[in-house]
């Protein structure tokens, strides 16, 4: 078992070890008000496969357990859900010193979290992602989050869990194609900060140690959320290959998943910064070489055109100016403002 302090401006500790989630109880008993009630928030893929052993474990500990399951998928994500969530949190007469668990992928993690956030302002809630994106990004640094017709996360808050439990066999039942998404999470970790860990991405291919991987990344992530929670300078390069990438997954209507449009902005960004010389042109090669491995894409149907006059839409961009995260080497990336009337030509030096 591993435990990864968190000492955010809400201290917690994120668990790693396999079928941690048999003694998610006695963990719970650690940060939770004894014999609390918990609502455990889910989803309908993730319930069947995992509700019961976590019920279980949470009602062997003493804990009242009620349960909200709504249908999976990035859909749920909205106002509405959110709404009933809150009244079913009213109805079964949860009060501030009861506590939210919210049992699945980041889809469930961003809206028990912003439910967590704001009923009765705010009470405890345990992030128990099943997804490895949940798992290395979703569920540590207190992003929350539900969408509008508009946008992706434009209504959310900062709001940190008090526990996090990462259990890596639940990933044994997750679909390959959501595996190999949150595998573009991963390499983006190594890109970022990692020489190391991308080096043993590219020596194993998707038959990397779990485990071991999974643990350094949300020690990365720790890192970036304790320099910078509230995301105003270094989380900011958390967001590398997001900016095309957030484009192509609009563009697509969310036909192309989150996983696979990282993947190319992280390609297209980096062929960018190697044709001005900001990179060896070996990091190119090196990070086409990885994701090819995870069969993960490089290259987007979608036009210079296409992509420029989405990014202008990120809701990340400051006034005339957006920062772009720029691969410098394998393990160091740099945050680059970039005046909107020159991302046209960036975006082009990538394509
Ligand atoms: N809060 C943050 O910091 C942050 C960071 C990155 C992404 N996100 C958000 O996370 C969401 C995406 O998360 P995701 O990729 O986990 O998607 P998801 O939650 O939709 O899960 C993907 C699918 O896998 C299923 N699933 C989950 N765990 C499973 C398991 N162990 N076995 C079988 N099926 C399983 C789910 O039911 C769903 O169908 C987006 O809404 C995104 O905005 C948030």
Redesign the pocket.
Known sequence: MTRINVPASKQYYVIVCNNVLNDAGLHLQQVLTPSCKIAIIS????WP??GDKVQNSLELTGFQVVNYVFP???TS?NATNYLEILNFLAQNQITRSDAIVAL???????IA?FSAATYLRGIAYVQI???L??MV??SI?G???I?LPVG??LVGAFYQPDLVLCDPE??T???HD?FT??CA?VIKYGMLYDAALFDHLMNNGSAFDREKVIIRCIELKRDTVCADEFDTGLRQKLNLGHTIGHSIETLSNYMIS??QAVSTGMAIVTKAAAARNLCERAVLSDLLTVLDKFKLPTVTEYSDQQLFTCALSDKKRAGSSLNLIVPRAIGYCEIIPTPVDMLKSFIQDGL
Do not use: F, M, W
């Open positions: 989803d309908s893929h993730v496969l995992y999976a998928g990035e994500k699945g992928g980041g889809v469930v993690g961003d979290g992602p099943t997804t994106l949940a990004d979703s640094g992003k929350t989050a969408d992706k996360n639940v990933l039942t997750l679909p959501i998404d949150g999470e989150h996983g």
